[in-house]
């Protein structure tokens, strides 16, 4: 598949809300890794539980509560992320190295597409809508975002 021109075909709208899905994602993965490794930056059990708990609820349902309000994907968007999630499962969970491979250039492509300025913003608006990520874990995943899409310039 061609992530980029699926990714890049995506109105703004749909880029948008991709960003905040995935500044939760990527910062519940940080979450996830402190606490296995015992890290002193480490959440405690219960707020790791609470971050995996929510994150989980959004990528499982394609549905994000902020505040009032509830975003939602459309279909295409939402077809592309469960694909997604899918080899990352294969990959990750099942050691299928192809499609670990295949999802780490799906990623990258819906990362870059979303750009880091939708990044920037969607970190905001976490910040001002989520109370289930404590606010300075925002920062890991967007550096793990960062880091991600700069080792592979």
């Known amino acids: 598949m061609d992530w980029s021109a699926a990714f890049s075909a995506l ?7 991709l960003a905040i899905l995935r500044v939760i994602e990527c910062t519940n993965g940080v979450i996830q890794n402190l606490y296995r490794e015992g890290s002193p930056d ?3 059990v219960d707020e790791t539980r609470q971050a995996m708990k929510f994150s989980m609820s959004c990528i499982k349902s394609m549905a994000i ?8 994907f459309c279909e295409p968007t939402a077809g592309l992320f469960t694909e997604i999630r899918r ?5 990750a969970k099942n050691n299928n190295t192809a499609d670990w491979a295949e999802f780490l250039r799906a990623s990258e492509a819906n ?11 969607a970190k905001r608006e976490i910040f001002y809508h989520i109370y289930d990520l404590p606010p300075h874990t ?8 960062k880091g991600f899409i700069g080792a592979r310039i």
Do not use: H
């Open 11 to 17: 109105p703004s709208s749909e880029l948008d809300k």
């Open 42 to 44: 480490a959440l405690s």
């Open 65 to 72: 509560p902020m505040g009032d309000e509830q975003v939602t």
């Open 87 to 91: 080899l990352y499962i294969s990959g």
């Open 111 to 121: 990362l870059r597409a979303i750009g880091l300025e939708r990044i920037e913003a």
């Open 138 to 145: 925002l920062d890991w995943g967007v550096d793990y975002i």
